[in-house]
């Protein structure tokens, strides 16, 4: 059975979390680089951090149920700045055109392109990269 990387995590928690939510939706997957993630975070940037992995014919499910979870959670959180419901999520995907940004981003990164996830609130305006409890 082949496995595909779905989602890297630089912490456990969230890696196990999105975990067994995927198991219990009966979906094939498992954590790669966990263990030694967890004992040195400073090798999180060299390996790529924790990755998900799902079985190749499970993917689609996967995404879509990471997704739903992400977008019900986003329904019960308030903005930081304003307090309105209003937060979206933003995924920004850079894929350099040259060589030499390909080369930066392999270098720095380990990978050619790069991924950002934000939270953008459509009341307010502002973005924000990660979304603290109140």
């Known amino acids: 059975m082949n496995f595909v990387k779905i989602a890297s995590y630089d912490n456990y928690l969230s890696a196990n979390m999105t975990l067994g939510m995927l198991e219990e939706n009966n979906i094939n997957c498992h954590l790669k680089d966990e263990n030694i993630v967890t004992i040195d975070p400073l090798l999180n940037p060299a390996l790529g951090g924790i990755k998900l992995m799902v079985a190749e014919t499970q993917v ?38 040259s060589f030499w940004g390909k080369l930066k981003n392999k270098l720095a990164y380990g990978q050619e392109s790069t991924y950002k996830k934000m939270y953008h609130c459509e009341q307010c305006g502002k973005d924000f990269d990660e979304l603290n409890s109140m």
Do not use: M, S
């Open 60 to 97: 689609d499910r996967a995404i879509e149920l990471i997704k739903q979870a992400e977008a019900d959670y986003l329904k019960t959180t308030p903005c930081p700045n304003c307090g309105t419901y209003a937060l979206i999520v933003k995924e920004i995907t850079n894929i350099p055109d």
